[in-house]
């Protein structure tokens, strides 16, 4: 009897000891991505060893693993890759951010799960997070169009998309971004939240960049423009007052917003009538 609660005493003592010394959360900031969607993923790592931990020295310190819950393979593009060592005190929290989607082919539509798991080699010990579950979703298209991107040589033709996915039961617009033959993603990405019944209004100026206007609320509506790159280089809200916001162009290839009201965020501080004034005459001297 002795002997039988020494061996369960002595499980629980490396139970306890091995939950003590690190402890691996995955943290994902959405729950469905469209598909070619960049899978961000947030892996934290808490250390309660007592020790400092040194992290990321030996090639594959830090592994994910992903299922296909409906079933089917998923190819591994590559290897993952984290640079940088970490050094890691006692009682302290790391956070790395990656995105996986360069690493696994996810372009099947589905329901997946991931997991990540941190080894320590001097310890000869593993730790893994829980399980998260995510899904992969088609969209549909509403609109495309071929441009070039600006360049000294021959043109590249790339294409904007917009898509369209229910996500937490609520339209979202999505801007893909591709090469003229859609075997090349160069991003895909949301830009807010879309009325079942708007219309989205898409141009292109003449340096290739994407303006899309759209409905996002009862009396609101949602401007952005996007890069070839897919970078967001503005993006601004208006109010459907007096009259509706509708994208314009000129002759000189500019584009811009017609009618409404743009709504000024709040954290920009209106300049005064004497700040003003100070710019015309600062401005005049020049």
């Known amino acids: 009897m002795q002997r039988v609660f020494l061996a369960l005493s002595l499980m629980l003592a490396m139970t306890s000891f091995s939950w003590a010394q690190l402890t691996v959360d995955l943290v994902l900031d959405q729950e469905q991505f469209l598909r070619d969607e960049s899978l961000q993923v947030k892996v934290q790592i808490s250390n309660r060893s007592g020790q400092k931990v040194e992290l990321g020295k030996d090639a594959g310190w830090l592994e994910f693993s992903i299922e296909n819950l409906d079933g089917g393979l998923i190819s591994r593009l590559g290897e993952v890759r984290v640079d940088g ?24 539509p589905g329901r997946y799960s991931i997991s990540a798991s941190v080894r320590v080699k001097n310890w000869d010990q593993e730790f893994a997070s829980k399980r998260k579950t995510f899904d992969v979703v088609r969209g549909s298209k509403i609109w495309e169009q071929e441009f070039g991107v600006p360049s000294k040589g021959v043109p590249e033709v790339r294409k904007y998309v917009l898509q369209q996915a229910i996500y937490l039961k609520r339209l979202m617009l999505y801007v893909r971004i591709t090469d003229g033959s859609d075997d090349k993603v160069i991003r895909v990405f949301p830009v807010g939240p879309l009325v079942s019944f708007s219309r989205p209004e898409a141009q292109i100026d003449k340096q290739s960049n994407l303006h899309v206007l759209f409905q996002s609320g009862a009396r609101s509506f949602l401007y952005h423009i996007i890069s070839p790159d897919g970078q967001e280089v503005l993006q601004e809200t208006y109010e459907y007052s007096p009259s509706r916001p509708t994208l314009r162009g000129s002759d000189d290839g500019k584009i811009f917003v017609s009618g409404g009201s743009r709504r000024v965020p709040v954290d920009v501080v209106p300049v005064t009538q004497v700040e003003a004034a100070t710019n015309v005459v600062s401005s005049s001297k020049k």
């Open 85 to 108: 060592v970490l050094n890691l005190e006692s009682a302290m929290v790391a956070t790395r951010v990656l995105d996986l989607l360069p690493f696994y082919d996810l372009s099947k």
